[in-house]
């Protein structure tokens, strides 16, 4: 019996503990992700500055920025939905800046009814953020050349398109032409470590009882 004892009661904690642990990882990982979010929310609601003559594609996510120029008429279309609207496109415009440069604009969402609607170009100050989108996966279809339609905002792909820097800033507000912009927030971050590490935290309490329940009917068998 001595050894049942001694063996349940080992398996036991060695596996509360390997929950706890996971648990406790979890929080870890949330502190990470709180921090990752806290400095995203800081960069996007900052005072725009120039547009960085070679913006760092991790240090530089998210950094308001204003430019001054013109929309040259050249445009990508990206395949997206809304929950209010339904589908249509992110209209990606190319952007000619005043001191020489071509970049692109996520200018926002227009109805499937208005991808071919002409948007000219003028001059047009734009701020906004500057991101590189993590739209394109390993899955996300290819550029459809027949229908000039993206199915994600590939930076590299729509800049060689259009022949800009492989550089987009995110409309903080409307350009006009009937393009509701849409800036760039948080709402996308996932943060589901709280719910894993009560989770894994309710796992070890449960397996606790059921090696109580255990010692218990090892202490009570009949021999």
Same mark, same amino acid.
Request: hydrophobic content about 45%; proline content about 6%.
């Given at each position: 019996m001595l050894r049942n004892l001694i063996f349940a009661?080992?398996?036991?904690?060695?596996?509360?503990?390997?929950?706890?642990?996971?648990?406790?990882?979890?929080?870890?990982?949330?502190?990470?992700?709180?921090?990752?979010?806290?400095?995203?929310?800081?960069?996007?609601?900052?005072?725009?500055?120039? %547009?960085?003559?070679a913006p760092d594609p991790v240090a530089d996510r998210?950094?308001?920025?204003?430019?001054?120029?013109?929309?040259?008429? !050249?445009?990508?279309?990206? %395949?997206?939905?809304?929950? !209010? !609207?339904?589908?249509?496109? %992110?209209?990606?415009?190319?952007?000619?800046?005043?001191?020489?440069?071509?970049?692109?604009?996520?200018?926002?969402?227009v109805p499937e009814t208005e991808k071919t609607t002409?948007?000219?170009?003028?001059?047009?100050?734009?701020?906004?953020?500057?991101?590189?989108?993590?739209?394109?996966?390993?899955?996300?279809?290819?550029?459809?050349?027949?229908?000039?339609?993206?199915?994600?905002?590939?930076?590299?792909?729509?800049?060689?398109?259009?022949?800009?820097?492989?550089? %987009?800033?995110?409309?903080?507000?409307?350009?006009?032409?009937?393009?509701?912009?849409?800036?760039?927030?948080?709402?996308?971050?996932?943060?589901?470590?709280?719910?894993?590490?009560?989770?894994?935290?309710?796992?070890?309490?449960?397996?606790?009882?059921?090696?109580?329940?255990?010692?218990?009917?090892?202490?009570?068998?009949?021999?």
């Amino acid at each position: 019996m001595l050894r049942n004892l001694i063996f349940a009661l080992g398996l036991g904690l060695s596996g509360a503990g390997v929950l706890i642990a996971l648990g406790l990882w979890q929080l870890d990982r949330l502190d990470w992700k709180e921090g990752i979010i806290a400095r995203a929310e800081a960069m996007i609601a900052a005072p725009p500055v120039a %547009l960085p003559a070679a913006p760092d594609p991790v240090a530089d996510r998210y950094r308001a920025v204003s430019v001054t120029g013109s929309f040259t008429g !050249e445009e990508a279309h990206v %395949l997206t939905s809304t929950r !209010e !609207e339904g589908p249509g496109y %992110l209209v990606i415009a190319a952007y000619a800046t005043s001191d020489g440069r071509r970049i692109l604009i996520d200018r926002g969402f227009v109805p499937e009814t208005e991808k071919t609607t002409p948007r000219p170009a003028r001059a047009q100050a734009v701020t906004g953020n500057l991101n590189w989108p993590d739209d394109v996966t390993s899955s996300t279809p290819p550029y459809d050349v027949s229908r000039a339609i993206w199915y994600g905002r590939d930076v590299a792909g729509i800049a060689a398109l259009l022949g800009t820097e492989p550089i %987009l800033i995110i409309a903080r507000s409307d350009t006009g032409d009937g393009v509701a912009a849409r800036p760039v927030t948080t709402e996308g971050f996932r943060n589901d470590h709280w719910q894993y590490a009560v989770t894994w935290f309710s796992l070890a309490a449960v397996w606790l009882g059921m090696t109580l329940l255990l010692l218990w009917r090892i202490r009570t068998r009949k021999v």
